[in-house]
């Protein structure tokens, strides 16, 4: 994603905050934007962002703001993407179809895990040094419940919530997703029953999917069409690190490609699959360190290292220092910007 990205606000998102008694002109003014944007087709993502902590600021607590909003939005104002998934056949291809549409409404992105008796749904963002607000990631995960209870018609509960950063009133959260919540994690995540992603919805509409489907679709090919297979491949691998090394072999798989025929596009963009997992792993190792709740033993796993001397070693050949000094002088750095931009 680059900084030329557009980004579609819903109408829907704007008639909810209506519905909550939140001026959309409020919003921009605190946003500290012009007040003709709420009539433009798409913001940047620095506009974006400061759109959704406009609106965290305005309404208060984070946790209140998440729920009054993800229930409040009315399933007809949702953009066509969204009422795809909404009426899915069921409540897995719900997921998978807001998984793969999520890659037309940058700049976050879904990746889906399903194993034993759990589904894990991870949000993750396409430029990991730009997250955006908690509010924001708090609305995504709540509103992957709000499909499943509002497409099966059932009181979904989640089987797990994290968050990497507080969301405001724990309880709250916890009555509305059905579990405990779990701040300051290392990752933001909804875990869900698996059995359940197996639910018919009732607003299943085949006729309404064989319209907007295909041209979905195209959408999304012709977005991944465009994209390098150098940037594809790094960015499976980075999601697909934790506990162990992605395989040419799982890479080409899910580009749909044989692996000689990944080796070969590589080769022509000048790169190789070995040079861009040491790359993928150096570049997470960085994002992991900025953040001072992640240990070192914990980072070395998330990045795909069986032990934490093979990380140190990697790590002193890529950036000339251990993973804890590098820390040490990235954080004290930050703390000086901070502190220089309080003084001015």
């Known amino acids: 994603m ?61 946790a209140k703001g998440i729920i009054q909003l993800a229930t409040s ?31 037309l409404c940058p700049p976050e992105s879904l990746h889906i895990t399903e194993e034993d008796g759990h589904c ?3 949000l993750k963002w396409l430029r990991p040094e730009q997250s955006g607000p908690p509010m924001l990631v708090g609305i995504t995960l709540a ?7 509002r497409g099966t018609g059932q009181p979904l509960k989640a089987r797990a919530v994290e968050f990497s950063h507080p969301m405001g009133d724990s309880e709250t959260l ?38 907007l489907t295909p041209v979905l679709d195209q959408s999304c090919d012709e977005l991944h069409d465009s994209f390098s297979v150098t940037r594809k491949v790094k960015w499976i691998m980075k999601r697909s690190l934790t506990g162990g090394r992605p395989s040419i ?39 992991y360190l900025a953040n001072p709740t992640l240990d070192i033993k914990e980072i070395a796993f998330l990045i795909g290292y069986e032990d934490e001397s093979s990380f140190y070693r990697a790590f002193r050949h890529w950036e000339g220092d251990t993973p804890s000094q590098w820390r040490i002088q990235h954080l004290d750095i930050r703390a000086k910007e901070r502190f220089l931009k309080r003084d001015k």
Request: hydrophobic content about 35%.
């Open 174 to 211: 916890e009555a509305y997703f059905g579990c405990q919540i779990q701040n300051n994690a290392a990752c933001n995540r909804l875990t869900l029953e698996r059995s359940e992603l197996d639910l018919p919805f009732v607003s299943y509409n085949a006729e309404l999917l064989e319209i």
């Open 2 to 62: 680059t900084s030329h990205t557009r980004i579609k606000i819903p109408e829907g998102f704007w008639s909810g905050l209506r519905q909550l008694g939140i001026a959309p002109h409020d919003v921009i003014r605190k946003a500290q934007l012009p007040l003709t944007i709420i009539s433009e087709p798409a913001v940047n993502t620095a506009q974006y962002f400061a759109i959704w902590q406009s609106y965290s600021d305005l309404i208060g607590d984070t």
């Open 73 to 103: 939005f009315e399933t007809s104002k949702y953009p066509p993407p969204i009422l795809a998934t909404y009426h899915a056949r069921n409540y897995r291809d719900a997921l998978y179809r807001m998984a793969r549409y999520k890659q």
């Open 249 to 287: 072999h799982s890479v080409a798989g899910e580009l749909g490609i044989s692996d000689r025929t990944l080796q070969r596009r590589l080769i022509a963009e000048g790169t190789s699959f070995k040079q861009l997992l040491i790359q993928a792993r150096h570049e997470q190792a960085r994002e």
């Open 143 to 149: 509103f992957l419940l709000e499909l499943g209870r």
């Open 120 to 122: 894990t749904i991870e």
